[in-house]
């Protein structure tokens, strides 16, 4: 069986759960572009000061439930990744993260409780990127 979906529909989904906007954009086969606005509350100035961060999502391998990413946000961005990784990974569900060093992520999505029982059900073959979705060809088991 083939899951698809569209890059909007994920974003609408982070955003209803999370509240963060996020963007997402075909780059190639194998890589998106994710785009994030912060916004950081500046009182003196009676306005929240806005930046848009970008960095391409490569996925370089992929053995589920496991999970290797290499993330690029360019020289300045991935400086400001290395201060950011601690604190986020500390949010994440326990044991998703399992290495993060110099851009690389190699994650265990079966740390997610909700994904775990997926994975008990259905073998995913593979994940494809296209320029409006992403698609999940799996059988169930």
């Known amino acids: 069986m083939i899951l698809s979906a569209s890059y909007d529909e994920i974003a609408r989904l982070i955003r209803e759960k999370s509240g963060q906007n996020i963007g997402i954009q075909y780059k190639n086969a194998?890589?998106?572009?994710?785009?994030?606005?912060?916004s950081i509350p500046i009182?003196?100035?009676?306005?929240?000061?806005?930046?848009?961060?970008?960095?391409?999502?490569?996925?370089?391998?992929?053995?589920?439930?496991?999970?290797?990413?290499?993330?690029?946000?360019?020289?300045?961005?991935?400086l400001a990744m290395d201060m950011v990784t601690k604190p986020l990974i500390a949010k994440l569900p326990e044991g998703l993260v399992e290495?993060?060093?110099?851009?690389?992520?190699?994650?265990?999505?079966?740390?997610?409780?909700?994904?775990?029982?997926?994975?008990e059900r259905m073998k995913v073959n593979s994940l494809s990127f296209y320029n409006t979705s992403i698609s999940l060809d799996a059988e169930l088991k």
């Open 30 to 38: 194998d890589t998106l572009t994710l785009t994030y606005e912060a």
């Open 43 to 78: 009182p003196i100035l009676n306005r929240p000061l806005t930046h848009t961060v970008a960095a391409d999502v490569q996925l370089v391998g992929l053995n589920l439930p496991h999970v290797v990413l290499l993330l690029d946000a360019g020289k300045t961005g991935n």
């Open 99 to 119: 290495h993060f060093s110099g851009g690389r992520a190699e994650l265990n999505l079966a740390a997610v409780p909700r994904l775990n029982a997926l994975f």
